[in-house]
């Protein structure tokens, strides 16, 4: 589950707003550790990318999915972690120097693994998260 | 959006559950109108499979995703649709014919679309969403 987990291009993040809809958009994302790194970055022009970042301070339990599919369901598989979110802006380093290193720690991780963000680094937030249990298929 | 969603092979279904833990997993799902429809069929064996129900029947929002993606980021795409989730149940005929003939004609509409349902018939649980907003990107 690691290695699919690490190895993946793209997950699904979810989040729940406070009336309890789900948010739910597709991410790029690294792992280190037991910890989930995504930005926000200059994709999603809309307003609405800020969303899974209110849902997150409002409620911190997300789940991120990765999983392969094609016509032959024998090859099906899918990874999904449930986790606790944070959110850690570009500025934290004026209130926590622990925030700003592990923010400044994400965006090289997803520059190592993204050539777009070696061109171009993810201004951020980034949203850090906490797996807290492991869960596959088959 | 409609095509993009109606063509899709696979989405990422979105749930919550009570304590506010969103649950995600792959699906293969027909739309119609709309309404989205997606059966419990047996590539899960893990009695997991049915925490969506559960979560469907404590809260009815969901939300489905569809996307592309590639390492050409210019490429990208992504659906999603907020919806209000119900469970359609194959015996519902003892107490509601209505829900009986729509998971019937769900069961027509998975089995038009995908060879393996025509194969062997998805026993269900059905889940139908009833679709309330449409979001697209870019």
Redesign the interface.
Known sequence: MRIRLGEA??G?L???AP????????CCFALRGDTVYSAVDG????T?ALRRLENIRA?A?????V?F???E?DE?W?V?V?ANGRVLNSDDAATDDGAHAEFNFAVDLLRGKY??YRVEAPAGPVVALDIVQW?G??
């Open positions: 291009r793209v699904r979810a989040t729940v009336d309890g809809q789900p948010h739910l958009v597709p994709k999603p022009k809309s609405r409620n339990r997300v789940a991120l999915l999983d599919y094609n016509d369901w099906l899918w999904r449930d050539e777009q869960r298929w088959p």
